[in-house]
């Protein structure tokens, strides 16, 4: 079993919120809050399952990005919104530690990596 395979998809949140920002992108991720009852939820109003990050670039674009775990899997919300931005003409992809490499090239600029 490689390390990749039980990484927290915190500790992943963690590793691609830095690649972006030290290739000089704008990052957005709603932080999760503790609720009355003792509960973690993101507060927001609207549909659920918006990608976890949104990144933005001057020169690279904008970027919807769905961090998963190397074995998991979207929810059907997760995947509508996906499908949605990608149907409206926005850029969207699914990132696993095991895609690192193609995910450092698109960060870097090559819009045919991500």
Not at 77 to 99: I, M, N, Y
């Amino acid at each position: 079993m490689k390390l990749d395979d039980v990484m927290p998809e915190r500790i992943w949140l963690s590793e691609v919120v830095a690649l972006a920002k030290g290739c000089g992108w704008l990052v957005y991720h709603a932080l999760p809050a503790m609720n009355s009852r003792g509960r973690w939820a993101t507060h927001q109003m609207g549909d659920t399952g918006f990608p976890d990050l949104m990144l933005v670039h001057q020169d690279r674009g904008a970027l919807f990005v769905e961090l998963k775990t190397n074995t998991g899997r979207l929810t059907v919300g997760q995947q509508t919104w996906l499908d949605t931005l990608h149907t409206a003409g926005q850029e969207t992809a699914v990132w696993r530690p095991k895609d690192r490499a193609r995910i450092k090239l698109r960060l870097m600029g090559d819009r045919h990596a991500g």
